[in-house]
Each structure stands twice: as structure tokens, then as C-alpha cells.
């Protein structure tokens, strides 16, 4: 089974940039999360959808970045304008409602690692 | 205060030795807890749940204690393959995010 797909898996671009970072959640999973992982902060919650819906953005740093869910198999994270201090490796997982406490269902994709110069 | 505190190690150990490391939470009503791995440069993956009892998933076992608001990880017999970041993950009440400390990192030596 296909896990979570996210692309472009690497991206270097120059600051003032629209970067823009897409997933494809796991089929049947009804909620999707964008982390950003750096090692000054570790692995913070951006933002989570739950039936494509955005329920929670507090994480978002700020209006440079966006996210939408158009529909159930597509995600997108949109940062612009860009940022050296945007630089991390940005993660989107996906899981299912029914067990959507138990982290045994969260299944992360295999990460964007964005560099702003 | 973070939600999930770790020690960062490193825990440099050699084969066959046992390393056990803790994580503390902030949040007393948190219900679930959890064990993630991460390889260098890979994405986190579930260990291993944690429950109210305790639990060991082979060479792995976990601990919880309410009381302290800590979770504790054990590996016995290490493998060079055991060599990662362990990632203590807390799920709030009520709600779908996930709480991830920054991990400690364990290297396993020959």
C-alpha cells in the first residue's frame, strides 16, 4: 500500500520565493497534519484538517504560510514569501478518525527538506 | 514550559548494553503516550504505545508513571541497529494533535 506521498521530497530556492509543498494522504485516512521539524525546535504542529476542513492553525508561524485541502487525496503548504529561517524539513502525516488518539495510526510521509538561501 | 521534555543524550553505549532514558510531560490530564523512532534523515515511526501497566515489545520496554508525569524507554541487549532518535510523543485531552519532545538520541557501538 502507497503511505503517505509528499513532494518535492528536496527544494533550495531563494528567499522571497512562493514555495509550495504537496501531499497525498493515505487513501481513507480522514485527517492530515503538516509538521516542520528543525533542530532548534524539534517536530512542531502546523496545522491539522480533519475531512478537509482546517480545525487547528495556531501552529502556523505567521501569514507567509498557508494550507489547503481541496479535496480528501491533496494537500497543499504554500510559504511566501519565503525565508532563510523557513529552512527545515516539513513532514505531512495522515490518520483515521476512529483511532485518531492512538499514535499507532499516525503515518508520516517521508518529508520536504526545504533550504531558503 | 514544553509540553514534552527530553534528554537530548546522546546515549553512546556498546552492543548488548542496556540504555534507559525518560520524558516528562506538563500536562497532568494527558491520556495517551507513545514512543516514536527516527532515523537520520527519515521520518518518524511509532515504537511502541505506552500503557498505564507498562509494556515491553521485545528487547523494548516502556514505563509510565502519572504520578511524576514522566514516561521512561528501555532497551536491553543494543543493536547497532537500535542506533536512533527516540521521539516521547503525549496526546492532549480531547483533542488530535500530538505533543513530540525533540528526542534523545541513542548510537549503538561495536
Known amino acids: 500500500d502507497a503511505g503517505v506521498i509528499q513532494s518535492p521530497r528536496h527544494e533550495v530556492t531563494e528567499m522571497g520565493q512562493e514555495v509550495t509543498l504537496r501531499c497525498k494522504p493515505i487513501?481513507?485516512?480522514?485527517?492530515l497534519f503538516w509538521y516542520r521539524q528543525t533542530m532548534m525546535r524539534g517536530l512542531e504542529l502546523l496545522i491539522y484538517?480533519?475531512?478537509?476542513?482546517?480545525?487547528?492553525d495556531s501552529g502556523m508561524p505567521e501569514d507567509r504560510f498557508s494550507a489547503k485541502m481541496p479535496n480528501a487525496s491533496f494537500s497543499t503548504l504554500k510559504i511566501q514569501p519565503s525565508e532563510p529561517r523557513d529552512s527545515a524539513v516539513y513532514f505531512c502525516?495522515?490518520?483515521?478518525?476512529?483511532?485518531?488518539?492512538?499514535?499507532?495510526?499516525?503515518?508520516f510521509g517521508e518529508g520536504s527538506w526545504l533550504t531558503v538561501v | 514550559r514544553k509540553e514534552v521534555e527530553q534528554d537530548p543524550g546522546p546515549f553512546n553505549v556498546p552492543e548488548g548494553a542496556t540504555v534507559a532514558f525518560n520524558c516528562t510531560y506538563s500536562n497532568s490530564a494527558s491520556q495517551s503516550f507513545f514512543w516514536y523512532r527516527q532515523d537520520c534523515r527519515k521520518e518518524p515511526k511509532l515504537l511502541m504505545s505506552?500503557?498505564?501497566s507498562g509494556n515491553e515489545d521485545g528487547r523494548f520496554t516502556a514505563q509510565l508513571n502519572r504520578a511524576s508525569q514522566y514516561i521512561s524507554l528501555l532497551i536491553r541487549d543494543s543493536k547497532l541497529s537500535d542506533s536512533a532518535t527516540y521521539l516521547c510523543?503525549?496526546?492532549?485531552?480531547?483533542?488530535?494533535?500530538?505533543?513530540f519532545g525533540a528526542g534523545t538520541t541513542v548510537t549503538v557501538r561495536a
Open positions: 487513501s481513507g485516512h480522514d485527517y
Open positions: 510523543v503525549v496526546n492532549t485531552p480531547n483533542d488530535y494533535k500530538l505533543s
Open positions: 505506552v500503557y498505564s
Open positions: 484538517f480533519n475531512n478537509n476542513v482546517p480545525i487547528d
Open positions: 502525516a495522515s490518520s483515521l478518525a476512529s483511532q485518531s488518539f492512538s499514535g499507532n495510526t499516525i503515518y
